[in-house]
Structures are given as C-alpha cells and as structure tokens.
C-alpha cells in the first residue's frame, strides 16, 4: 500500500539545523510532485516546501525561503528537507506529503534553548 514515513525531527537549539527525511513506498515515485507541510499546535496546516517530480523545480513558503532547502533522490524514493538558522515558531510537527494525496505520519521538530 501506499505509504511515507518520515524521520529526523528533534530538538535543536534556535539557530541549529535539522535533516528531515520522507521515504516513501506502493506507488511510483517519480511521477509525484512531493511537499513538506507543518502544523503548530492550535495553528492550521501549512505547506512549507514542494519539489517537482525531476526534482527541477522548488517552490518554498515566505517563512522559510532561504533557510529551508527540498530535494528528492528518486532512486531511494526520498524526499528532504534541510532546515537551517531554525527559529521557535519552526517548531511543529512536520509531514510529507504525495502529490497522490497522501500523507505521513509527521516528525516532531522543537527548536528551544
């Protein structure tokens, strides 16, 4: 069946960097734009990233535009998200998202001193 799983999330001190991962199964990957989202809590779920399916195109949110980088390696059937210069309201649970529709479970980043 079709599933994405993701890992990396944690605790980072503002200022720090986290690498998140989206492995993803049951369909073909390459034929899917892919996105991040996050969602704070009592806040509403926001995309934050996506990527083509050639990984040629990026589009990101004004909120993390140039601290936040996506790619895909579509031979691991992976998608990223390298985030840099974190800040406290970066702090969420994280998903990957297919452009089929479905989603992950979501990865808990904190970013606290």
């Known amino acids: 069946q079709v599933q994405l799983v993701e890992s990396g999330g944690g605790l980072v001190q503002p200022g720090g960097s986290l690498r998140l991962s989206c492995f993803a199964s049951g369909f073909i990957f390459s034929n899917y734009d892919m996105s991040w989202f996050r969602q704070a809590l009592g806040k509403e779920r926001e995309m934050v990233a996506s990527?083509?399916?050639?990984?040629?195109?990026?589009t990101y949110s004004d909120a993390v535009k140039g601290r936040f980088t996506i790619s895909r390696d579509n031979a691991k059937k992976t998608i990223y998200l390298e985030m840099n210069n974190l800040k406290s309201e970066d702090t969420a649970v994280y998903y990957c998202r297919s452009g089929g529709g479905t989603w992950g479970q979501g990865t808990q980043v904190t970013v606290s001193s």
């Open positions: 990527v083509s399916p050639s990984g040629g195109t990026t």
